[in-house]
């Protein structure tokens, strides 16, 4: 049953600097428990645009080589209200299959898990309206409700443009533990530049560039299932899967803040904000588009077999990856026969391909 969105109803203190918090209260949503698959195909549904390559078949049709569906995309305004984005589009309400139970008919056909993607490349984080606590909560509740209403799994975040770097940190990162908390899955789908040491172009300074790193610092990392970066947006630096796993992996990517950054607030200051991103090799799912013909930004198309050799190799240094991730199923429907991307990605991570 949907919920309707509670009224906060109580006034805790005036901080020093006469900031108002308010608590939004708990709307009595159902703790889930969602287990992660221990391996994960996961691909990308939604966000398309009717009689283009890039609709998504109904979900009635979704093959069972994906484990896991991340439906596309969601978005939150600056005052902690939730609505569907399509194409960039703010929409009344969310697709009809949505709507019509498919999502649970699917789970009970395939055993997949379910996520809800917010932002994307058209979605954003804006300026807030309200206080973040306040954002965080009522955020929070709604994306809850929606989940018993329509039956998802978790959240991923792919949020690519912010108009407020440290209003986005904090309330991210609050988020990400309520959702957790609630015991739904938390993924983040970040175009790989958000989680390199790379400087942004001077002509987009509103994209999270390499800005996702205190989402994943050490303190968060229990908060967060697995990570699916777009291997092939705006890739920088490592030239090969197996090459970016392990630098993720091993601490090797370094950021360092300039003073007065956003970032201070969530690191000792004595060590200047310096901060290495150490991401485990089992929390890692590249993400790869499914055709060569495609529109993914950046390119970056690899052949099934090209994967599966960058998968061996980590497999070779002792290094196992948590899966992959696919941009979209919409766009596998399309390859000769049907699916055969994900199928074929299936194989290489050993999953049974159900008829």
């Known amino acids: 049953m949907h919920r309707p969105i509670l009224i906060p109803l109580l006034v805790l203190f005036l901080c020093a600097c006469t900031e108002l918090v308010i608590v939004y209260p708990d709307n009595g949503n159902e703790h889930a428990h969602v287990e992660a698959p221990p391996i994960v195909l996961s691909g990308f549904w939604g966000a398309t645009q009717p009689g283009t390559m890039q609709e998504p078949p109904d979900l009635s049709q979704i093959p069972e080589s994906y484990n896991v569906l991340t439906v596309a995309f969601c978005n939150v305004d600056s005052y902690g209200n939730l609505d569907w984005i399509q194409l960039g589009q703010p929409q009344v309400a969310y697709p009809a299959q949505i709507q019509n139970g498919q999502i ?20 954003f984080f804006p300026f807030l309206n309200v206080s973040r606590d306040f954002w965080i909560q009522k955020a929070g509740s709604q994306l809850l409700d929606v989940f018993e209403q329509y039956g998802f799994d978790g959240l991923d975040i792919d949020i690519e443009t912010v108009e407020s770097l440290h ?58 299932d697995w990570i699916q970066p777009q291997f092939y947006n705006h890739s920088h630096g490592a030239h090969s899967i197996s090459e970016y796993v392990t630098l993720l992996a ?53 052949s099934p077999l090209e994967i599966a050799t960058e998968y061996e190799i980590l497999q070779s240094q002792g290094a196992e990856m948590k899966g992959f991730m696919v941009w979209s199923i919409g766009w596998d429907k399309t390859n000769t026969p049907a699916y055969s991307f994900g199928d074929s990605l299936s194989s290489v991570l050993g999953l049974p391909i159900l008829p």
């Open 104 to 123: 649970r008919s699917l789970k009970e056909r395939t055993g997949c898990r379910v996520l809800l993607s917010m932002g994307g490349e058209r979605g």
């Open 167 to 224: 209003d986005f940190l904090y309330c991210m990162r609050g988020l990400i533990k309520k959702i957790k908390g609630y015991g739904y899955l938390v993924t983040l789908s970040p175009p790989q530049a958000f989680l390199y040491d790379y400087d942004p172009p001077v002509n987009r300074p509103t994209r999270s560039w390499n800005n996702y790193a205190p989402l994943l610092s050490s303190d968060m990392m229990p908060y967060v």
């Open 250 to 302: 091993s601490g090797t990517f370094e950021f360092e803040a300039p003073e007065h950054h956003p970032w201070e607030s969530f690191f000792d200051p004595n060590d200047k904000c310096s901060y290495q991103i150490e991401i485990p090799s089992d929390k890692i799912a590249s993400g790869h588009p499914a055709t060569p013909t495609g529109s993914a930004p950046g390119g970056g198309w690899l």
